[in-house]
């Protein structure tokens, strides 16, 4: 009975979840409308609110094209794993509703986050196309290095909280929130996750220019469809992660919807007013900037651990 009751949770937040991918979609084409000074959607219903369910329908019952020279089951699986991962990877979140809660969520999600990489090598090789291989290599090597800044933020915040739950975060944070303590960490945080989910100015992987739109050059239909799903949930995610780890807020409260859906502004705003980077600017700034603060701010976390523990006794 109470499995159950935990998958019936488990697939209510999944519905909720791709609902909300819909209308980031839709909030995104009107925010980006706006800044570029025209209009976005607005014909498909009521200032056109049922525009991205009309796009949903246009692309799954769109024919699906497959390449000759495609390897068929790693091309027609991977959309289906990266969709998996970014839907699954929402069980760590400290909902206090009975849905799954265990207390190594932190360590949980870097797993999760190191699995999405064999998705985007899978589409990209399983294509047999060079263009769609060249945009997973550069998407993979950006992943993990981003990944490795990711970790050591967290593991600076694991040290100063005492535990890998997602939970200790907001009992930690009634007084004043780790942005204010932590704001440089915070920056790094937000523009690691521009960096994970392959947005602007760091999408190499879908190089227009360059790449054909990279990794998923070959997929149409449901198969693209699936792989936008799991971008827009990605972002979302990663949303909610920041406003928990840095904005002191855990999703039982009002308050942590309107942080959520300002920082899922926030990666819109970027995408509509930054040029993406060049390929090495972006490595250098992964393992000369950003990984260097993130260890000096892992020493002095430890440091300040170690002094209040001395404080103690």
């Known amino acids: 009975m109470m499995m159950m009751v935990v998958i019936t949770n488990y697939l209510i937040l999944i519905i909720c979840v791709l609902i909300s991918v819909a209308f980031v979609t839709l909030l995104e084409r009107k925010v980006l ?7 976005g959607p607005n014909k498909v219903g ?5 525009q991205p369910f009309t796009d949903a329908v246009k692309l799954f019952t769109k024919e699906s094209t497959n390449s000759f020279v495609s390897n068929f089951l790693p091309y027609y699986f991977s959309p289906v794993f990266s969709l998996f991962i970014a839907l699954f990877v929402w069980v760590v979140l400290p909902y206090e509703i009975g849905l799954i809660s265990f207390n190594m969520s932190v360590l949980f999600f870097l797993c999760c986050l190191s699995l999405g990489v064999y998705a985007t090598m899978g589409a990209g090789w399983a294509s047999n ?6 945009g997973s290599l550069r998407a993979v090597a950006q992943t993990i290095s981003y990944e490795v800044s990711l970790a050591l933020i967290l593991l600076s915040f694991i040290i100063l909280i005492g535990g890998f739950s997602l939970e200790l975060f907001s009992n930690y944070q009634d007084k004043m929130w780790f942005f204010f ?28 220019s360059e790449l054909v739109s990279g990794f998923n050059t070959e997929y149409s239909g449901g198969g693209f469809a699936l792989i936008f799903m799991a971008e827009y949930a990605s972002i979302l995610f990663m949303s909610a992660l920041f406003v928990i780890i840095f ?4 999703p039982c409260s009002v308050l942590f919807y309107f942080k959520l859906v300002f920082i899922s502004f926030c990666f819109i705003w970027v995408r509509g007013t930054l040029p993406r980077l060049r390929y090495d600017k972006l490595m250098y ?11 000096n701010y892992l020493v002095f976390f430890l440091g300040v651990k170690m002094f209040c523990f001395c404080y103690l006794i």
């Open 33 to 39: 409308g706006y800044i570029q000074i025209r209009k």
């Open 46 to 50: 009521y200032m056109g609110i049922l």
């Open 129 to 134: 196309c060079k263009y769609s291989l060249l």
């Open 181 to 208: 303590i932590s704001f440089p960490l915070s920056l790094i945080w937000f523009t690691s996750c521009l960096a994970e989910t392959n947005r602007t100015p760091f999408d190499f992987s879908e190089g227009e």
């Open 247 to 250: 904005l002191g807020s855990s």
């Open 285 to 295: 700034l992964a393992w000369k900037s950003f990984l260097p603060v993130a260890i």
